[in-house]
């Protein structure tokens, strides 16, 4: 699996935009971008995945540039709720073994 | 539909003991999965089960650990001789095990924190 590097933490205000960008220099050619959220006390939950330029769902944005060295994930209009930890992940078809790193520790307050 | 239970949610034990773990996966999932979170850390892959058998156990620090699938739905995570260094939080997940796309999406349980004094 490729290795990734993403920031520590980030804060955020109720209503911001939050974006975090994901660093997978080593990515490769069949391989997916996903991203998870955990919250406090909870398991992982998958919130989107991508391959290359735009993935857009109910929860977030995907943006991934045309050398895929890198991601960003974007989550409009944050809430209290978003509070979380976000993992970024890469890796293909059959790599079950999630390889989750520290992720990014997502603060919104009021 | 009801998600990935698993009990019990917390377990406090004394080092030296025995102790199990339980995972119900989604029904109809194949795959199921073990993973184990430090503070601080990210979840970290233990063993993955295809049906009821052990496709990947790499992940298993050491002897002490043993996971069983009997009936390919309900996962028993076995750890014997507990040690300080076990306490973590233990997370199952499960995912349809159909490889329909990557990351066959995998959908995890609240946990089971594990405590050894």
């Known amino acids: 699996l490729a290795k990734t590097t993403q920031p520590i933490s980030m804060d955020s205000y109720e209503g911001q935009e939050v974006n975090i960008t994901c660093s997978h220099n080593?990515?490769?050619?069949?391989?997916?971008i996903t991203w998870y959220q955990q919250f406090p006390s909870q398991g992982p939950r998958f919130i989107i995945q991508?391959?290359?330029t735009k993935v857009t769902n109910e929860v977030a944005s995907l943006f991934i540039p045309a050398d895929r060295k890198s991601s960003t994930l974007s989550l409009p209009r944050v809430s209290l709720s978003d509070t979380a930890v976000y993992y970024c992940?890469?890796?293909?078809?059959?790599?079950?073994?999630?390889?989750f790193g520290a992720g990014t520790t997502v603060t919104v307050r009021a | 539909g009801a998600g990935v239970s698993q009990t019990p949610s917390n377990k406090v034990t004394e080092k030296g003991k025995y102790v199990e773990l339980r995972c119900d996966p989604i029904?109809?999932?194949?795959?199921l999965y073990w993973y184990r979170q430090s503070l601080g850390q990210g979840p970290e892959f233990l063993i993955y089960f295809q049906g009821t058998g052990a496709a990947d156990d790499s992940g298993l620090p050491n002897d002490r650990f043993f996971a069983v699938r009997p009936e390919g739905s309900v996962s028993t995570l076995k750890i014997q001789r507990t040690e300080r260094g076990d306490s973590a939080v233990y997370l199952c997940a499960s995912s349809p095990g159909d490889s329909g796309g990557p990351f066959d999406t995998q959908y995890f349980g609240p946990g089971t924190r594990l405590t050894v004094l």
């Open positions: 992940l890469v890796g293909g078809f059959n790599d079950y073994k999630l390889s």
């Open positions: 029904s109809g999932h194949t795959a």
């Open positions: 080593n990515i490769a050619t069949n391989d997916y």
């Open positions: 991508g391959y290359k």
